[in-house]
């Protein structure tokens, strides 16, 4: 089992409506979880981060946890173009300082 | 905050030759972290240090690769006798150990690698 799976996708979207992308993690001792916004050739740029269950909104962005689930999720409301990118989880164990990545979704969002 | 610095930004050589990238983090960053990348997939975590130690190296990390971080500064990774599949972006990452527990890594621009 992966440590840290998402749906590949291509999800689309069209303009100014909500993306929403969704991960999920094996290990229940995960404390840390990022949203990572990679465009085609360029490296992941963080976007969010979230430690508790609940909600965490910045601008356009929430991010979800659910820990009694092992899911996290990102919505990305009135979507652009410029979201158009691959979204990436990442999430950190308790211990130790590795960070494991899932493979990824690519997300269209149509003008 | 100049950001995670990596040179080259692209390297193209032979099958069988030696490569080395270098990776300068944030400054006030302790811990750095490289990766590689290839196409459709997630980072691949290689290695890790904090300060200078290298705490924690990937299994599945071909003794070909070796990185160094001599003053807890700068880090360089290199890879002996390349081979087709080393082809791929290596990309580092730095964070912070101080304040919260929750600290992000933030990337370089990395070192896409092509082996001829």
């Known amino acids: 089992q992966k440590e840290v799976e998402q749906n590949s996708g291509p999800l689309s979207v069209p303009e100014g409506a909500i993306a929403s992308l969704n991960c999920t993690y094996s290990?229940?001792?995960?404390?840390?979880f990022f949203w990572y916004r990679q465009y085609s050739g360029k490296s992941p740029e963080l976007i969010m981060s979230?430690?508790?269950?609940g909600d965490k909104e910045d601008g356009r962005f929430t991010a979800q946890l659910n820990k009694a689930s092992q899911y996290v999720s990102l919505l990305i409301r009135d979507s652009q173009p410029s979201d158009s990118a691959t979204y990436l989880c990442?999430?950190?164990?308790?211990?130790?300082?590795?960070?494991?990545f899932g493979t990824g979704t690519s997300l269209t969002v149509i003008p | 905050d100049t950001g995670v610095s990596q040179d080259p930004r692209h390297k193209i050589t032979k099958r069988g030759q030696n490569v080395t990238f270098r990776c300068d983090p944030i400054?006030?960053?302790?811990?750095l972290y490289w990766y590689r990348q290839t196409l459709g997939q997630g980072p691949e975590f290689l290695t890790y240090?904090?300060?200078?130690?290298?705490?924690?190296k990937s299994r599945l990390l071909s003794d070909r690769f070796s990185a160094e971080r001599p003053k807890g500064s700068f880090s360089t990774l290199e890879i002996q006798r390349t081979e087709q599949g080393d082809s791929a972006m290596y990309l580092c990452?730095?964070?912070?150990?101080?304040?919260?527990?929750?600290?992000?890594?933030?990337f370089g621009d990395g070192t896409r690698l092509s082996i001829l």
């Open positions: 990452a730095s964070s912070s150990s101080t304040g919260t527990l929750h600290q992000p890594q933030h």
């Open positions: 290990d229940r001792g995960s404390q840390s």
């Open positions: 979230i430690y508790s269950n």
């Open positions: 990442a999430v950190k164990r308790y211990t130790g300082n590795q960070f494991y």
């Open positions: 400054s006030e960053h302790n811990r």
């Open positions: 240090f904090q300060n200078e130690a290298q705490l924690e």
